[in-house]
């Protein structure tokens, strides 16, 4: 782009990668859980208002500003805000103030590299053609943020046309970002099984139903859904979390309550397997002689990067930070991600920010999680340069 800064050697990222290292401390000391983060809103809050950035709340914890001309075609910029409900373990000098509670997924990296971004391009804002919406979320890790902000209008005025997200990567090296067109992310769908027996003495299981047998058969069967009736180059998971049930060693359990996640790749598969699933449940629990109750909740769609756009910011990132810091990915993930529901209205794309360097430590979602502070500026730097980018 023409007249665009070289971002990779400008000097104000030295200051601003700072700045942006210590709001993320600052988050992760606090770490809050689902739709409810007054403390990191205000934190953005305070962060956007110093800069000059005009901003409001679409939602009652989300923040959304709003940079360059106010009209036009417009780019999103997202980063999620929110933690985990696990007990920190990382001993850091900034860990959780709170006990069960964490920011094990990165979330705070997130917020912290769109609040960089955000600081780089306020102090280029002449350089920018087009809107950039910069959309703070809360509750990805559930019940999802990313739709309620949408129903609230944060894809209209400016009318968003591109958008990007950011997710660290605890299998890739600082420095460099991963990118993955087409289905990148699967579909999360939760399940609840209870499986009802005949209760009995557990010397005479021939005058009871045991529910706990039935509830084995049933796990087993459902994963011969995946071994035997998936097309095995397709991606498709079925997890079973937990399992409870039974009183003590010599009582035929007459219960037994399973609950897990299925996760899927194919759009398309959604609606069959989920109706295959339960179908399976219940024919085995007959051939068994129990009764079932399937409570199958589907989540967030699966998320698929459109290819155009992807590649266009794969372009991008090469010119920027080198075509060896950008790195196609050959598989999705079997994760998950409310941006889905964006990324079904506009074209969009998810940048994958590698954190594994000197002090990283364990992958996310662990109470071990320590990532590479590095890597908060090379995704701020990463999102400014795709909102400076024209297209043209």
């Known amino acids: 782009m023409e007249n665009t800064p070289v971002l990779s ?39 956007l208002e110093g800069l000059g950035i005009v901003h409001s709340r679409p939602i009652t914890h989300g923040v959304v500003g709003h940079l360059g001309p106010r009209e036009g075609p417009a780019i999103l910029l997202r980063a999620d805000m929110d933690g985990l409900p696990i007990n920190e373990e990382t001993g850091l000098d900034f ?39 910069l959309m703070f979320q809360p509750g990805e890790e559930g019940p999802g943020g990313a739709l309620p902000m949408i129903e609230a209008g944060v894809l209209k005025d400016p009318e968003v046309t591109e958008a990007v997200m950011v997710h660290v990567d605890s299998d890739l090296p600082v420095g460099v970002i991963g990118l993955k067109s087409g289905p990148a992310m699967a579909s999360p769908n939760a399940f609840t099984i209870v499986v009802k027996g005949q209760g009995g003495h557990g010397a005479h299981p021939d005058k009871g139903v045991d529910a ?17 009736e998936q097309d095995p180059v397709v991606p498709l998971v079925v997890t079973f979390g937990t399992i409870s049930g039974g009183y003590r060693e010599n009582v035929l359990a007459d219960r037994v309550t399973m609950s897990g996640t299925i996760r899927i790749l194919d759009p398309a598969q959604q609606k069959t397997f989920l109706q295959r699933f339960q179908d399976l449940i219940h024919h085995t629990a007959q051939a068994y002689r129990a009764h079932v109750e399937v409570t ?42 409310d941006f889905a529901y964006i990324a079904q209205r506009v074209p969009a794309t998810s940048l994958k920010v590698g954190v594994v360097g000197s002090g990283s430590q364990s992958g996310i979602h662990s ?8 890597a908060i500026g090379v995704g701020a730097r990463a999102l400014a340069a795709i909102a400076l980018d024209s297209g043209s």
Not at 19 to 43: D, K, N, Y
Request: proline share 6%; net charge neutral.
């Open 212 to 228: 706990i047998v039935t509830a084995a058969a049933i796990i087993q069967a459902c994963q011969t859904l995946v071994s035997r």
């Open 95 to 133: 860990a959780s103030e709170y006990p069960g509670r964490m920011h094990a997924c990165g979330h705070d990296a997130h917020t912290a590299m769109l609040l960089g971004a955000a600081r780089y391009l306020k102090e280029h804002q002449n350089q920018l053609k087009r809107p950039v919406v």
């Open 296 to 337: 199958v909740n589907p989540g967030y769609p699966a998320l698929v990067a459109d290819v155009t756009f992807t590649t266009k910011v794969g372009k991008r990132l090469n010119s920027v930070l080198g075509a060896n810091q950008v790195r196609w990915l050959t598989a999705p993930s079997m994760g998950a991600e």
């Open 367 to 374: 109470p071990n999680f320590i990532l590479n502070e590095g």
């Open 9 to 47: 050697a400008d000097a104000s990222w030295i200051e601003i990668d700072e700045w942006a290292i210590q709001i993320r401390r600052q988050i992760h000391r606090q770490p809050e859980i689902g739709l409810e983060t007054p403390h990191t809103q205000s934190v953005i809050e305070a962060a």
